[in-house]
């Protein structure tokens, strides 16, 4: 079982999950003809943006759209939609790499001719927000004029990220967080459609239980849902504790056992950073609790609701800043040398953290 999350992307409007009021509206807009030239797709990761401006992009451009909105999924245009390979008139853009002022200017010529193959050009921009302000300012022309065939289908994961200027000229959708009961439903379906269901792999417990589990873990994305399945299939994880561990990562206890032999300068933490099975993970999550524990102590600021992590923010804060000081430098040290991508352990890395509980940062400097 692979890439389930990829594999079964939506190529219906009757598969979306959720986000009924959007889904309703386009397919009608679809059928009426009504659709507005510029559609903006807002909402968190993981709830359908994506797969629904291929969707939408499919309906516009189907050789026999059905009487119901859906697009037939066979013509040429459809499949080259499915299979991605976006080789005909539905293009599709990264803002975050669309910057090159050349390639706007290609983009923008390219509006002008009419489709090759297809009734519609159809322009998806992934990571709207991220576009320069040079490309936002050509895309806030080009959404003054009038469009004919031409279609911009934006993607942010931002609530805020676009301009209003744009916004006002666009047919703004936001998404919203899946519901634990969808998320299950999806992924119920999901077992049903690979023959799972039914299969004694699976045990009933976690036909329920379980997914329900998963499902509430998920932050309301169906991609998070369905990753996490996988995993547990793959790895036949089924019980509440290992579908937790699973979603969490790297569990509490182990950063804690980490940030407690830090304090009390037992080096053995180092082995434990190195010899966990997924090192990029640990060193991530305790390089973040060192920098919150920093901007706790000049700042009372936290960004977390709970109080439990707060009174640990608040004790190492109080008692331990000058050594969390340090550790930010080390860290930053580490980073700079991109030894984080590395993956394995290192001698510099060891030596470092040496020097650091000799309390020498200088001596650490000068060794680089
Ligand atoms: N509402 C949904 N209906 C059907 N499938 C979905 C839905 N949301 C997510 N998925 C599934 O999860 C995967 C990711 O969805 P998609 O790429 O559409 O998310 P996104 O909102 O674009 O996320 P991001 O902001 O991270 O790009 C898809 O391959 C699809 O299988
Ligand atoms: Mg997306
Ligand atoms: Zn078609």
Redesign the pocket.
Known sequence: MKNL??E???IKFD?????KEIVKGIRSKIVTNSLSNVLLFK?P????????AFLTAMALNCKNLQADGNPCCVCDSCKSIINQSFNRDVILFDGSTLSAKSEVIDLFSTIDSPPLFDKNKVIII?EADQLSEGAKNSFLKIFERRLNNVYFIL?S?KFKGIPDAIQSRCQVYN?SY?SIQELMF?LKNLLEKENLWNSSEIPEDFKFAGLGLISSLAKGS??EA?QTLERCITEKIFDNEGITKIVQGVDEATVDAILGKIVKKDLSFVEDILEYKDFFEIYTLVYTFVQKVIIYAKTSYSSSTSDYFNKKLAYYANNHFPLFNSLLAIFDEIQKTNFIYGKSASLNFVLKVLSLLEGDTQQLKRMR
């Open positions: 999350a990829l079964n992307r939506a598969d979306v999950v959720g986000q909402g990761t993981g709830t359908g943006k994506t797969t629904l992934e993607l994961m998404f899946l999806a169906l991609r369905v």
